[in-house]
């Protein structure tokens, strides 16, 4: 009763009403159907939503409506290859979540979570910190976020890439309308941010240019969910008639691959790479009909703005600076303290008042030690802003300490100090890793049957069905004791 907005409540009911149930029975999924227990009542329901989005009886017929879409970021390894500086890194991942995001808010708001079929969006940081932002009851925000901290681990603005590369819809509107606020959506979200992050340098023409428009353009594919429905009739009927009745109680088995129909129809579409920086070639061809210097971030376009380490800041002055930036890469390096702050409050996924900034290389290398030596000295100074997001950021109040550490360590004894040496030695370091790596194949031994013992060699399928009707019977004694105890 606290929320009037109807579409509100069906937001707040998607997030909240799991992680109820698990508050209160821990461990206990609730499955759909006990005999085939692949999902939950959850997934049943979600997935239910989103088909009454798309279907219609019309004199006893079942007739689809609507479109089914994929949003993509194309060459995005590449996007988030061009980076110097582990926040570069991070910011290139995370800008194209945040366009993806933008994109698809529109239709999460009007539809709800359920039209999107890839990713899921339950605990996804960015549905939460939006559905934080719309709820005015200070009541229910204080529930939204406990559960959010609790089980989506959000703790912060959402600052984890989590909407992938790659996002599917299943939207009640024609295919055209889609296509056509998906891509205004991607370059006003993109609009937002740059403006953002160059807002002091907006009158140059080729930054100018770079606010209007992304640095890549989106793939966007969407067919009409119903010429596809008659298609595949045509194809698996023969001649046979297979429409679906609406009062019928039960689908012919022929329509158990429509919807991998579906995502294979959509999914072709021509794969073209996107380079970055097509969008404004316009203005880059003028800039380098001139003597021009390159962007030492990418390698790829005409630098205008240039990046000074010392004090962390990016200006037009050419004098003693660290890098060279176009403004695609100045984005990526502006991301930080109140401009990142900014970002989120104008995107509207502001959860925290808490300034933050991505951890340095120097930072990362040296964690260990920062935790080690904040445990031995056990007197904390006050935290100026986030960055590991725990008590480390005590001793990681500027990203200078961090350096002078892993120069201290490397030998350079004048910039030792005061540093605890032997702490140091045993737990400093200046490497890290950074792993490239998908999840396209995890899993693969489980879904494709294979199945071991606690030995780690395969079982057969005798094997497998002994387990099973040992454990059935287990289960099934245990009831009847249960059943004995209460009787």
């Not at 997935?47 to 279907?55: G, H, P, Q, S, V």
């Not at 559905?131 to 609790?150: E, S």
């Not at 599917?168 to 205004?184: A, F, G, H, R, T």
């Not at 350096?403 to 490397?410: P, R, T």
């Amino acid at each position: 009763s606290a929320i009037k907005n109807e579409n509100l409540k069906y937001h707040l009911l998607y997030f909240l009403s799991p992680l109820i149930w698990y508050e209160i029975f821990p461990n206990t999924p609730p499955v759909a159907d006990t005999r085939v227990p692949t999902h939950t009542i959850f997934d049943h329901a979600t997935a239910t939503a989103a088909m009454l989005n798309i279907i219609n009886c019309k004199n006893n017929k079942l007739e689809f409506n609507g479109s089914i879409a994929i949003l993509e970021f194309p060459s995005i390894q590449e996007y988030i290859s061009y980076s110097r500086k582990t926040r570069d890194l991070w910011a290139s991942s995370w800008l194209s979540s945040a366009l993806l995001w933008k994109s698809i808010e529109p239709f999460v708001k009007d539809y709800g979570p359920d039209v999107v079929l890839r990713p899921e969006l339950s605990l996804n940081h960015f549905f939460v910190s939006w559905l934080y932002n719309n709820v005015n009851n200070k009541d229910i925000k204080d529930i939204v976020i406990n559960y959010a901290k609790k089980y989506a681990n959000l703790n912060d603005n959402p600052k984890v890439s989590m909407m992938s590369e790659k996002i599917v819809l299943l939207l009640p509107e024609n295919k055209d309308s889609v296509k056509k606020k998906l891509i205004e959506e991607f370059y006003n979200g993109w609009k937002k941010i740059a403006e953002d992050t160059l807002d002091n340098w907006k009158n140059i023409n080729y930054i100018k240019e770079a606010i209007e428009k992304p640095p890549i353009d989106p793939v966007v594919n969407a067919i009409d969910i119903n010429d596809a429905y008659n298609e595949y009739i045509k194809k698996i009927s023969k001649g046979n008639d297979l429409s679906i009745k609406c009062g019928m109680e039960y689908v012919p088995i022929e329509y158990s691959l429509l919807f991998e129909y579906l995502y294979r129809k959509v999914s072709q579409y021509d794969k073209v790479k996107r380079s970055y920086g097509s969008l404004i070639s316009n203005v880059v061809y003028e800039i380098t009909k001139n003597n021009y210097e390159i962007c030492t971030m990418c390698g790829v376009l005409p630098s205008v703005l240039y990046y000074h380490d010392k004090n962390d800041s990016i200006d037009d002055n050419p004098n003693n600076i660290d890098d060279r930036l176009c403004p695609y890469c100045a984005v990526k390096r502006n991301l930080k303290r109140d401009i990142l702050d900014k970002v989120f409050h104008d995107l509207g996924l502001h959860i925290t008042q808490e300034k933050s900034r991505y951890p340095s290389t120097s930072e990362f290398a040296m964690y260990n030690y920062a935790y080690y030596y904040t445990e031995k000295i056990n007197s904390q100074s006050e935290i100026n802003e986030s960055v590991f997001n725990d008590k480390v950021d005590n001793l990681f109040i500027n990203p200078l300490i961090a350096e002078n550490l892993a120069k201290c360590y490397s030998g350079v004894k004048s910039d030792c100090g005061f540093i605890d040496k032997d702490l140091l030695k045993k737990y400093g370091n200046i490497y890290y890793a950074i792993i490239k790596a998908d999840g396209d194949f995890m899993g693969k031994g489980y879904w494709s049957g294979v199945l071991k013992d606690q030995h780690g060699d395969p079982i057969g399928i005798d094997q497998y069905l002994n387990y099973l009707i040992s454990y059935i019977k287990e289960i099934s004694n245990k009831s009847s004791d249960d059943l004995n105890r209460i009787n």
